[in-house]
């Protein structure tokens, strides 16, 4: 008892913070995380299906299904990291990870037709994928887990949240640059009509597979880096942790997220709103390559303009939170983000080449800049979220609810991914209307769903206004 009365008052009393360098260190392995992401991400879809020849029903729901594992160990490393502590799962699940990640790219070449399923193939996908996805449950759900102990001021975890986006966002630049500088390169001479990539039937293909090699090597080696230094100069704060039976424990914790009303609201709107978001991260590649037909410097062109305007469109969601604060700031995020998936659905349409490209680069960069918010008010809802709850039970909930965080965000992804599969099994990876169906049918109604959700979460602020 006197444990819990020892952490409800900490949490009322105590005001913890971090100063601008601690920010920038404690955001560091989640920017190495989030370039492997966006490699993963860009890289997947085309990888296993086009180069690989894979049926996209196969590869989909293997992906897929790796998620909802993911999702699953969330939760399960978030509890284990409220009983023995957030740095020690990252020493374990960290290298792990970036190793796993490498051999995700070294499967046995296929030797079938285009198509084809190629069983040694699918079963190394199979089983690194979901030793991967395990290690990243483990390494992501600590790090959120993290943020409400390290800091307890609402606009000290906004300016984390912004300075951790500004070096995630630094991170996926890593990671997407990566491709799109080798699609630029690549399709030079890939025919518009007949854009072939198979790895036994192109050279293209083959080059395309042994960057992505390189490429996995040199942003997994980044992520350790980063992360050792973040364990060696960030202190993970001491917390009183119970002794009782950790299996019985260990049940009733895993459901301590859904047991709160007003979180499962949160989890549901996240859950809503970042379908849609992870299928443009999934298509964004693809569709520039099919859809917008782009070729060469066309690719560099594209990313540039979209990374500045997503890095610009920071002042101005900070501006907004400080007026408006999260929630409303949050719904005006999520507005946008409707009104700019529905847009998207114009690319799909007969155009000439130049206009289709200004335009496409005009929608897509317009899109990442409401991901950007999607992406920084999340993390600080989930810490006022979390602050409420333990002071209320009077133990550290962080873990577990960021697991649940996550775990959420891993639903979604696999969701979204199946998606993805079914209409490109349906309609085809090159068919304009994938994408149409996709982002502008199916990422505008989530988005509406979400906002509707989203206004029935309770926001409260700062500790002091509890």
Request: aromatic share 14%; charged share 15%.
């Amino acid at each position: 008892m006197s444990n819990s009365i020892n952490l409800g008052e900490r949490k009322q009393k105590e005001l913890r913070i971090l100063s601008t360098r601690e920010a920038i260190i404690y955001g560091l392995p989640n920017a190495g995380l989030q370039a492997i992401f966006a490699v993963s991400v860009n890289f997947t879809l085309l990888f296993y299906i086009n180069v690989m020849g894979q049926p996209p029903i196969i590869a989909g729901t293997i992906y897929s299904a790796s998620l909802y594992f993911y999702a699953f160990m969330c939760i399960v490393w978030g509890v284990i990291a409220d009983k023995i502590g957030k740095k020690k799962v990252l020493i374990i699940t960290g290298p792990l990870l970036a190793i796993s990640f490498i051999f995700l790219w070294f499967p046995p070449i296929p030797n079938t037709d285009y198509g084809q399923i190629y069983v040694p193939l699918i079963i190394w996908l199979t089983f690194f994928s979901f030793v991967f996805r395990s290690m990243c449950a483990g390494t992501q759900s600590s790090i959120y887990g993290l943020l409400p102990e390290l800091s307890t001021d609402e606009q000290n975890r906004v300016k984390i949240s912004m300075i951790g986006l500004i070096l995630i966002v630094l991170g996926i630049i890593i990671g997407t640059f990566i491709p799109f500088a080798l699609m630029g390169n690549a399709t030079q001479n890939l025919s518009r009509e007949d854009p072939d990539l198979y790895y036994n039937e192109s050279s293209l293909g083959k080059f395309i597979y042994s960057q992505i090699l390189m490429g996995s090597l040199l942003v997994s080696f980044m992520f350790l880096v980063l992360l050792i230094i973040m364990l060696i100069f960030i202190k993970e704060p001491s917390i009183e942790r119970s002794d009782s039976a950790l299996m019985k424990e260990f049940r009733f914790r895993l459901m301590d997220p859904f047991k709160d009303k007003n979180n499962r609201r949160f989890l549901a709107s996240f859950f809503l709103f970042w379908i849609p978001f992870v299928a443009l991260q999934y298509l964004v590649l693809l569709m520039a390559t099919f859809v917008l037909d782009l070729r060469g410097i066309e690719f560099i062109i594209l990313i540039g303009i979209a990374f500045v305007s997503a890095i610009l469109s920071f002042g101005l969601w900070q501006a907004l939170s400080k007026k408006h604060g999260l929630k409303k700031t949050m719904t005006i995020c999520l507005f946008l983000a409707g009104i700019a998936f529905s847009s998207l659905i114009i690319l799909i349409f007969p155009m000439d080449h130049l206009t289709l490209f200004i335009l496409g680069s005009i929608l897509i960069s317009f899109t990442l800049c409401t991901l950007v918010g999607t992406m920084v008010f999340p993390f600080a809802i989930l810490s006022d979220i979390v602050d409420a709850a333990e002071i209320e039970a009077g133990r550290s909930l962080s873990g577990s609810y960021s697991g649940a965080f996550t775990m959420v965000g891993c639903l979604a992804s696999g969701t979204a991914m199946l998606i993805i599969s079914f209409a490109f099994e349906i309609f085809g990876p090159t068919a304009s209307i994938s994408y149409g169906v996709i982002l502008s049918g199916m990422g505008t109604l989530f988005i509406i769903f979400a906002i509707i959700v989203f206004q029935k979460v309770q926001i409260k602020g700062n500790l002091e206004e509890v």
